[in-house]
Structures are given as C-alpha cells and as structure tokens.
C-alpha cells in the first residue's frame, strides 16, 4: 500500500464528499476555460469589426513639400514632383509579409480633382469590395453601390453642393494621356458620415485610372491591420522591408483605441476567472480541513503503523491533487462543449472555429492538480502535526 493508494481509497470511501467538491470544482472549471475561449473569439471578432471603422496604415510614396509664401502673401504648401505607386506591385508586396494573416484590408486609392457644375470636388477611385469592408459605417441613403464601373457613388454633402441626384452624369475631363474623358453616372448618395467620404465622389479605380490617364497608378494605399497578435510597429517594419523608398505612417490614436476596446474584454475575463478559481481552491482548503478533524483516529492509526510526519502530509496534498487533476480534464472538455452554446447565444461569428488543443488540455489539468495541492498544504500540515497518542486517546 502507497500513498496514491491510500488517497484514492479515501477519496472512493468519502465518495459523496469528493464527488460535491469534484462537481463544484469542476463547475468552476468549466467556467473558466469558457470564459477564455469566449474572450479569444469575442476579443478576435471585436478587433475585426473595429476594422470597418477605418484603416491605421496609410501607404504613400515619398514626396517633398514645400511651404511658398512670398512677398507676405502665402500660397499654401505646394507639392513638388508628385509621385504615385503602382497598385499591382504594392499591393502584392504587402500580401507577401510574413505577418499577412494580421492585415484585414488592403485598399488602394487615386485622388483627382475636377469640376462639376461649375464647383470643384475631389473624384476618389476606389475598389468597392475592399471599401465596404473598411467602411463598415457606411450606409447607403439614396440608390446602392455602383455594380458597373461607369457609377459614382456621391458622399451626401457633396451631392447637396453640386446639386446631384440619382442618375445624373458626372464629366470627367481631367486627363494626363491620350484618352478621352468619361461621363460617370451617380448611382447612389451616401448618409451622411461625419467624415472626408461625405465631400468626395467615390468612383471604380479601374475607370478613373482610366479614364485620367494613370493605369495602375494610386496614390496611397490604406492597410487595417489587426493589433491583438503582435505589435503594430512589426506590420509596418515588414511593410517598409517589402516596400523601400515608400512613406508609412501609422495612426495611432486608432491603434491604440482598438487595443483599449480588445484589452479590455479580456481582462475582464480574465478578473472573472481568478475570482472564480480563488473561490474553488479555498472550497477545496476549507473541505480538506474538514477531513482532517474527521479523520484524526485514521491519522494515528497510520502514525502508529510508521507512517512519517511527511508520508501523512503527503497523503492529503495527493487527495487535493487528485480531485484537481480529474476537475481540470472533466472542466476543460466540459467548458470547450460549453463555449461553442455560449457563442451561439451571443452569435458571435467564429465561434464554430475553436481548435481542440490536447496539449492545452493537460497543462490545464497539471495546474489545477498543483493549485489544489497548494490549497491543501495548511491542512496537510495540521494532519501531519497530529501525534499517534493525540489521535488514539479518543478511540
């Protein structure tokens, strides 16, 4: 007969005892590995939904400024030898870093400016399926998006300054080549946005690289990178790598407003979990003291046959581990079942994704079985001080 022995025959002869702490600890458990599967697909979707509220990098090529201001009069800043990227090119170098799977769109835009009935407004291409994607925000007020290359999508104040309404035609004269100029047709009026995209024209960028005489040509590309795996700053040192020669500005403020919305859900599950297990590992101390004052004749029984101080002590720290080891591995599959029931309620998109991880498995089991373990020391010691004589003058 060994201590394990002795643990799990004492364990099996209180049966209803252990089982109430197995199920209560499990209980507790389940809670816990829940909570953290939840917290990473939550905290997961929560980044990428944020994503449609706008991009935090900004890809352009490098250009010089320069401020002209001449006998008191100011004229503003001035760009000198405007440049443009190629979108074919950067848009395949930033697919190509090694951190791709943490960037969520990549879209690309050519700015130019013209006249619309008589008034000047900015006609930006865009891909539209990257945008929406970008701007989850945008809701369509008159019309829907343009399904053909020749429609406009117009931001709602600059339809109401240049006095557009669905199906008008927008003339796009401005051109650098050989081809002629087009007539754009408005097929929709955003809501309005409180941003740029309600004094722009939103056109195809194929068709307004066309049409200006600038194939393949942008001049930025906005990337939303998602910032729960790793840094923003190891994004655009790889996109810098890939793309030499080019400016690369992060926003910021973006980043870390993103960051403070993810964080912030995860540790607040995370404060619940620990309350959680603080609870059940004092459960277990408290159940385990208990079966020290109940078993002081089983004790000096065991002191008189030779038992050491330490193989008693040892006895009751395997009896917690033991009912830590089986709630940790009936907990953790109990909890990643829960989970899945969890994320259907919130319907949380995702959720029917979660990896089985049996390495994760185990090592949730060894930590609850040393954790136990360490909420059974105190009566563990209090057992182990027990003397033969103490424990047998009541028998």
């Given at each position: 007969?060994?201590?394990?022995?002795?643990?799990?025959?004492?364990?099996?002869?209180?049966?209803?005892?252990?089982?109430?702490?197995?199920?209560?600890?499990?209980?507790?458990?389940?809670?816990?590995?829940?909570?953290?599967?939840?917290?990473?697909?939550?905290?997961?979707?929560?980044?990428?939904?944020?994503?449609?509220?706008?991009a935090n990098i900004l890809v352009s090529p490098k250009s010089e400024k320069?401020?002209?201001?001449?006998?008191?009069?100011?004229?503003?800043?001035?760009?000198?030898?405007?440049?443009?990227?190629?979108?074919?090119?950067?848009?395949?170098?930033?697919?190509?870093?090694?951190?791709?799977?943490?960037?969520?769109?990549?879209?690309?835009?050519?700015?130019?400016?013209?006249?619309?009935?008589?008034?000047?407004?900015?006609?930006?291409?865009?891909?539209?399926?990257?945008?929406?994607?970008?701007k989850g925000f945008w809701t369509v007020e008159q019309g829907d998006f343009?399904?053909?290359?020749?429609?406009?999508?117009?931001?709602?104040?600059?339809?109401?300054?240049?006095?557009?309404?669905?199906?008008?035609?927008?003339?796009?004269?401005?051109?650098?080549?050989?081809?002629?100029?087009?007539?754009?047709?408005?097929?929709?009026?955003?809501?309005?946005?409180?941003?740029?995209?309600?004094?722009?024209?939103?056109?195809?960028?194929?068709?307004?690289?066309?049409?200006?005489?600038?194939?393949?040509?942008?001049?930025?590309?906005?990337?939303?990178?998602?910032?729960?795996?790793?840094?923003?700053?190891?994004?655009?040192?790889?996109?810098?790598?890939?793309?030499?020669?080019?400016?690369?500005?992060?926003?910021?403020?973006?980043?870390?407003q993103r960051m403070v919305s993810v964080h912030f859900v995860k540790r607040?599950?995370?404060?619940?979990?620990?309350?959680?297990?603080?609870?059940?590992?004092?459960?277990?101390?408290?159940?385990?003291?208990?079966?020290?004052?109940?078993?002081?004749?089983?004790?000096?029984?065991?002191?008189?046959?030779?038992?050491?101080?330490?193989?008693?002590?040892?006895?009751?720290?395997?009896?917690?581990?033991?009912?830590?080891?089986?709630?940790?591995?009936?907990?953790?599959?109990?909890?990643?079942?829960?989970?899945?029931?969890?994320?259907?309620?919130?319907?949380?998109?995702?959720?029917?994704?979660?990896?089985?991880?049996?390495?994760?498995?185990?090592?949730?089991?060894?930590?609850?079985?040393?954790?136990?373990?360490?909420?059974?020391?105190?009566?563990?010691?209090?057992?182990?001080?027990?003397?033969?004589?103490?424990?047998?003058?009541?028998?």
């Open positions: 007969m060994n201590i394990l022995t002795i643990a799990l025959r004492n364990a099996r002869k209180k049966w209803v005892r252990t089982s109430l702490l197995l199920l209560v600890f499990s209980l507790g458990v389940v809670s816990i590995v829940a909570l953290s599967f939840v917290s990473r697909v939550v905290g997961e979707g929560l980044e990428k939904k944020l994503v449609s509220y706008g320069l401020t002209v201001s001449y006998g008191g009069f100011a004229l503003g800043d001035m760009l000198f030898d405007v440049a443009y990227l190629d979108e074919a090119d950067t848009v395949a170098r930033i697919d190509g870093i090694a951190l791709r799977q943490n960037v969520s769109v990549i879209a690309p835009k050519l700015v130019v400016m013209d006249r619309v009935n008589g008034a000047a407004v900015a006609i930006v291409g865009v891909r539209f399926e990257q945008e929406k994607l970008l343009p399904a053909t290359p020749e429609g406009v999508l117009a931001g709602s104040a600059a339809a109401a300054k240049l006095g557009l309404k669905l199906g008008d035609t927008v003339p796009v004269s401005r051109t650098e080549g050989p081809t002629p100029g087009a007539k754009l047709v408005v097929r929709g009026i955003l809501a309005p946005t409180g941003s740029e995209d309600d004094n722009v024209l939103l056109a195809d960028l194929g068709q307004v690289q066309r049409v200006t005489g600038r194939p393949g040509k942008v001049n930025f590309v906005e990337v939303a990178a998602l910032c729960s795996g790793c840094p923003i700053d190891d994004i655009v040192g790889q996109i810098a790598a890939t793309l030499p020669g080019v400016e690369i500005k992060t926003l910021r403020g973006i980043v870390e607040l599950i995370l404060s619940v979990s620990l309350v959680i297990l603080l609870t059940g590992c004092s459960m277990v101390g408290i159940s385990m003291l208990s079966a020290v004052n109940e078993r002081k004749k089983e004790i000096g029984i065991l002191r008189s046959l030779g038992f050491s101080r330490r193989a008693v002590f040892s006895i009751f720290c395997a009896e917690a581990a033991v009912v830590g080891l089986l709630a940790g591995i009936v907990g953790y599959v109990a909890g990643y079942l829960v989970s899945f029931r969890i994320l259907a309620v919130l319907e949380v998109e995702g959720g029917g994704a979660l990896p089985f991880e049996p390495l994760h498995l185990a090592a949730t089991a060894l930590v609850l079985a040393l954790l136990t373990s360490l909420a059974s020391l105190f009566p563990a010691w209090k057992a182990a001080g027990i003397e033969p004589s103490e424990a047998l003058v009541t028998l």
